[in-house]
Nanobody, 122 residues
Framework: QVQLIESGGGLVQAGGSLRLSCAVS????????MGWFRQAPGKEREFVAT????????NYADSVKGRFTISRDNTKNTVYLQMDSLKPEDTAVYYC???????????????WGQGTQVTVSS
């Protein structure tokens, strides 16, 4: 089992920044990909960014490329999502997730956190 706990969400004005954290515990060695996803009201959960736990390679959704940065600190078993130049359309519940393979497909992620709300006001 892998446990994920997100933190760092909140209310910010457009153009502002937030940093989300995801604390990972349990059988962390079984996780290959760590991802951030988001779900806005009435919409499907969508991919935001992913990072390979060991290699550190990253991928981003086009909508956040150049504004968001995913990173990880293996010594702290924590994954981060730095969000800059936030827009109202970034408003959503953000979820951290872990997968046993290299993937951006949310259906292939095995473990999920409880989510943290990010609200961007215009």
């Amino acid at each position: 089992q892998v446990q994920l706990i997100e933190s760092g969400g909140g209310l910010v004005q457009a153009g502002g920044s937030l940093r989300l954290s995801c604390a990972v515990s349990g059988r962390t060695f079984s996780s290959v990909s760590m991802g951030w996803f988001r779900q806005a009201p009435g919409k499907e959960r969508e991919f935001v960014a992913t990072i390979l736990w060991i290699a550190g390679s990253t991928n981003y959704a086009d909508s956040v490329k150049g504004r968001f940065t995913i990173s990880r600190d293996n010594t702290k078993n924590t994954v981060y999502l730095q969000m800059d130049s936030l827009k109202p359309e970034d408003t959503a519940v953000y979820y951290c997730a872990a997968a046993r393979l290299v993937t951006m497909n949310p259906s292939l992620y095995n473990y999920w956190g409880q989510g943290t709300q990010v609200t961007v006001s215009s």
